[in-house]
């Protein structure tokens, strides 16, 4: 249960997944490159992800996932979640630096109180539904098969390009494949 | 109808560029969200270093679309390249709690396919390409790390 020294959602909880991913994924308010609007924007994005990723897990590494918490775990997707709840000891100090601080910097508290207002929304509010990867900005992109939406907070975010039907060619029912004469 | 002909086959050749032309490289010596970048680099070899002189490059990378400045640092002799987004309270320990790591050793794949939606795994190619350019628009500074610590 959240309180007022540790404000997030239990850990072993699909929400208490998604809010440290959030935090962890996105660039923090004492990173000179924060911004507050640009850093919801990110986060809804990131929900939308892990919710997309949901509905066809197999795509995403993740075949068997039934959560939001089997998504972030599986495939070794998202750097670090692996083994969640466990996490690696620089991004678990991360975390705990964080809660610490808003106790000292209100932008902090904010920048909590956000992962957690997006993740327990009833709609992710994303910029956009297909939305189904992201990337550290720089990196490159996922893929052929993905588009750039936008770059958020150090992030890029990603959509699958759908793959046209294949064109199949109709050839009358007797006739033989004779090649074109060459002009 | 000539212009319009050139200007949608502009539009056309240049929009899957854009993507990656947003991002450029910086000196960090020319931008001043990396002041006190000397004193980072020292403070991370401190802390999470092993012992001996080792060689750090650090180069700025700047999105034009998103006004994000980052900071990649490649660490050869801890396998590592980081990306830093330096503190705006003058945390002298900023680089040294940056959580964005990339492990030379195990993150690093041969090929997009293998980077699949991960999203942190790249490519040999990035990591090659982003040497090169911590070589040419990057500073390497040589730093000695902890004693008595292999």
Redesign the interface.
Known sequence: MATASDPLPPENTDAGALVRLLLLETIGPLESSYNRDESLKAMRLMRQVVENRLRTPARYMAAGATSEQDIVRLGNQFAGFRDYPTLPGLLAGKLAKLVSESARYPAVATFIRDAIEVVSAPTSGAASTTVAAWRTTGRGAPGRNFRLIGNYQGNSFYEVVPVPPLKTTHRKATGHFRPHKAH | MRFLWSSTLLVVLTAPMA??A??RWVSPDSDA?FHGWRGQVQELVLRRGKGGKQSVCLVG?A?R??????G?VIWPAQKQVI?W?????D?PK?LA?E???IDTAKDVVAS??E??????L??RK?LTDTERACRRYGVTVKVEGPEGRK
Do not use: F, K
């Open positions: 993507a990656h947003q991002v969200v990378q999105d679309q998103s006004a994000v400045t980052q990649i990306t987004h330096p503190s705006t309270v945390d900023s709690d959580t964005n790591v997009d396919a980077v699949g939606t991960s999203t942190y790249v490519t990035w």
